[in-house]
């Protein structure tokens, strides 16, 4: 017997208007992403003001780095493909204001996603990219994800709480089953009366494990200085970041395309761990594999001539192209081996179930590709039982917490990966004068303590950034 669908209690959330702001980084040192190195990018922040059901007036404000190299690979020029990003935010923050519907921010942020995303990516690519190399989906998404996550933070506002303690039937119109559906194999009802809240813990840890990037340029030992490092009293190489920090996870980049590179790499970080007292080690190939057995000829060479370094090695992460419906390749042979975490593919749930048939065993999380979209992908992969990761995008300054946020709440395989404070630690001052905790990595962990009070407790009365004049400024 089907059940009627949920219908809970309309909070009659209304956007009445938006800002968006470009704040540009330059890094410390060169990221490489796949076949790309980022130098610098731009942060785009929004603020959404809304209007809840009592005509009160809030604002929430969401943020993510605009980062070309790891969403948008090609040979296009960085700056090309920056300002193609920066022109869709702009059409982005204009449609939202078209959005005259209310409701809560799972539904607004789901409805603006099915609904109007699509049209407008495929519009932009038609209009402003004719003739060109278009811009992909998983940039749309990026470029819509500071207005999503903003959506969710004044959500939070409007009920007077903490967006987390938000996602249920108490503060919710619909149970999941509006937004999900359950896998053919799965006999019980699709997600019927059930919420989010049902898959995230209750209370958010005080402390979450760090992962440490180690990139593909990142020099391991005295013999890979250049000579061009900087000289910011930050650590250089890997040991030192380990015995400052106290890391006890790192996480490989590798290139995908050059076994006995990738190989030796896994060595020499794995050996570099074990005399500094690492626990675990995650492997990511930067989807340049075309071919499981890449990924199984180097796992078993460290089984067996190196298991200590196999064992530390908690998952493995995207080795395969992004789209996989252009690159549906079975991967089940590598998950036997090492649970095996979609990132990059992981659009939305959708994906994560195609993945699902594929033989992937994990998904890793990014609030870049909407909170709204993190949160469904969450409880369709625990509800089937799939692992979670929440992995970085180098973020810096807000788009900080709202990342950690999502790690505390969904339950991950271990902690959360973190990297701006490599990359641009300067970059956060005035948030990290207010939350200390999330900017610097004490015994290995981030600390969560001063995150408090409504929305994502960003706490931005007490944050004194000065932003720069906003690009749109539409307010009510």
Same mark, same amino acid.
Request: glycine share 8%.
């Given at each position: ?5 949920? #219908? ?10 938006? $800002?968006?702001?470009?704040?540009p980084?330059?890094?410390? #040192? ?27 007036m ?32 702009? #059409? ?31 519009h932009f ?28 933070d ?11 303690e ?10 999941? $089953? ?22 995230? /813990? ?10 440490? /990037? ?8 005295a013999?890979?200085?250049?000579g061009?490092?900087?000289?910011d009293?930050?650590?250089? /190489? ?8 106290q ?25 570099? $761990? ?25 796992l078993?060479r /460290? ?19 992004y789209?996989?419906?252009?690159h ?48 469904? $992908? ?10 979670? #990761? ?5 973020n ?32 956060s ?30 706490r ?5 950034r ?11």
């Amino acid at each position: 017997m089907e059940h009627p669908p949920f #219908m809970g209690p309309s909070n009659g959330m209304r956007i009445r208007g938006v $800002s968006l702001y470009y704040l540009p980084i330059e890094t410390r #040192m060169p990221l490489k992403f796949g076949t790309e190195v980022l130098t610098e990018v731009v942060v785009a922040r929004a603020r959404l003001w809304v209007s809840n059901a009592q005509g009160e007036m809030h604002e929430g404000w969401g943020e993510t780095p605009l980062s070309v190299q790891w969403t948008w690979p090609g040979t296009l020029p960085n700056q090309e493909r920056l300002q193609a990003m920066q022109s869709f935010c702009h #059409m982005l923050a204009e449609e939202w204001l078209k959005v005259e519907e209310s409701g809560d921010a799972l539904e607004l942020g789901w409805q603006f996603q099915e609904h109007r995303l699509k049209p407008l990516w495929e519009h932009f690519n038609r209009s402003q990219r004719q003739g060109l190399e278009p811009m992909p989906w998983l940039a749309g998404l990026i470029c819509l994800s500071l207005f999503d996550i903003a959506l969710h933070d004044a959500f939070g506002h409007c009920n007077h709480l903490p967006t987390y303690e938000c996602y249920s039937p108490q503060h919710l119109s619909h149970d999941l $089953s509006r937004y999900l559906q359950r896998a053919p194999s799965f006999a019980d009802s699709p997600f019927t009366e059930t919420f989010p809240a049902d898959f995230l /813990l209750k209370a958010a840890p005080r402390t979450l494990v760090a992962w440490h /990037l180690v990139g593909g340029l990142d020099p391991l030992e005295a013999e890979d200085l250049t000579g061009n490092e900087p000289e910011d009293g930050h650590p250089i /190489l890997l040991k030192d970041w380990i015995q400052r920090d106290q890391l006890q996870c790192l996480k490989i980049k590798l290139r995908g395309n050059d076994a006995e590179w990738d190989y030796d790499r896994c060595i020499r970080v794995g050996q570099i $761990s074990i005399h500094h007292g690492v626990r675990w080690l995650t492997a990511d190939f930067n989807c340049t594999v075309t071919d499981p057995d890449y990924v199984n000829l180097i796992l078993d060479r /460290l089984r067996d001539s190196h298991p200590r370094i196999y064992g530390m090695l908690l998952y493995v992460e995207q080795p395969f192209p992004y789209e996989l419906a252009e690159h549906p390749i079975d991967v089940h042979s590598v998950s036997a081996r090492k649970p095996l975490y979609l990132d990059e593919s992981a659009h939305d749930w959708k994906w994560v179930a195609r993945g699902r048939e594929l033989g992937w065993s994990g998904v890793a999380l990014k609030t870049c590709k909407t909170q709204t979209g993190a949160l469904l $992908s969450a409880c369709w992969a625990k509800a089937h039982g799939m692992g979670l #990761m929440v992995q970085d995008l180098t973020n810096p300054m807000l788009a900080q917490i709202p990342h950690v946020q999502l790690a505390a709440r969904v339950g991950t395989i271990m902690g959360v990966e973190t990297n701006a404070m490599q990359f641009y630690p300067d970059a956060s001052g005035p948030e990290a004068t207010v939350h200390p905790g999330l900017y610097q990595r004490k015994g290995g962990c981030l600390e969560l303590s001063t995150l408090e009070g409504p929305g994502l407790g960003y706490r931005l009365e007490d944050i004194q950034r000065q932003l720069p004049e906003p690009a749109l400024d539409f307010r009510p």
